[in-house]
């Protein structure tokens, strides 16, 4: 665990998760910039995951259980390496061709909704319609918490379950 090497910790003596979230908030004594660093790595590393997983679904990833408290810690991070390029001989590319946005930040959470919408002519006709070439993913926090969320999901499934029946 990198806390522990970056902090000099004792690996047998690595606080837990939350303890580290504490310490990285400035609430309980410790290596404050390490804990900040863990996050900031895990998130990295979680965007680099979400992005591979992100180019097979088309919909809204929603982050909860308890790992959704620390987004503050994390989440930055994590949109980032999503944003990110590859570097290549030719130069960098984008490693989605999505822009993923912040859904907690109020200022992304805007640029999603707003979108990059404009009025384009229909070839052909006088006809004018809205358009908006901006591919988007919002990354957003569940609040219904993991037992709530697991329950409406299997309530959702059964339901879909019975309507195939008929």
Same mark, same amino acid.
């Given at each position: 665990?990198?806390?522990?090497? +970056?902090? #000099?910790?004792?690996? %047998?003596?690595?606080?837990? /998760?939350?303890? !580290? $979230?504490? !310490?990285?908030? #400035?609430?309980?004594? %410790?290596?404050?910039?390490?804990?900040?660093?863990? $996050?900031?790595?895990? #998130? *990295?590393?979680?965007?680099?995951?979400?992005?591979?997983?992100?180019?097979?679904? +088309?919909?809204?990833?929603?982050?909860?259980?308890?790992?959704? %408290?620390?987004?503050?810690?994390?989440?930055?991070?994590?949109?980032?390496?999503?944003? %990110?390029? $590859?570097?290549? /001989?030719?130069?960098?590319?984008?490693?989605?061709?999505?822009?993923?946005?912040?859904?907690?930040?109020?200022?992304?959470?805007?640029? $999603?909704?707003?979108?990059?919408?404009? *009025?384009?002519? !229909?070839?052909?006709?006088?006809?004018?319609?809205? &358009? +908006?070439?901006?591919?988007?993913?919002? !990354?957003?926090?569940?609040?219904? #918490?993991?037992?709530?969320?697991?329950?409406?999901?299997? &309530?959702?499934?059964?339901?879909?379950?019975? +309507?195939?029946?008929?």
């Amino acid at each position: 665990m990198r806390l522990v090497e +970056d902090a #000099g910790i004792a690996e %047998g003596a690595a606080p837990e /998760p939350k303890d !580290i $979230f504490a !310490i990285g908030k #400035g609430e309980k004594p %410790g290596p404050r910039a390490a804990a900040v660093e863990a $996050f900031r790595r895990m #998130g *990295e590393a979680a965007g680099d995951a979400l992005a591979s997983a992100v180019t097979l679904v +088309d919909g809204v990833v929603a982050i909860g259980g308890g790992l959704a %408290g620390a987004a503050e810690l994390f989440l930055p991070a994590l949109v980032a390496e999503m944003n %990110g390029a $590859f570097e290549t /001989p030719s130069g960098p590319i984008p490693r989605l061709e999505v822009r993923a946005f912040n859904l907690e930040d109020p200022a992304e959470r805007a640029a $999603f909704v707003k979108g990059s919408a404009r *009025e384009v002519v !229909i070839p052909g006709s006088a006809r004018r319609v809205a &358009y +908006d070439p901006l591919k988007r993913i919002g !990354i957003g926090l569940s609040r219904l #918490g993991t037992s709530r969320a697991t329950a409406l999901g299997a &309530y959702a499934f059964a339901l879909a379950s019975l +309507d195939a029946r008929r």
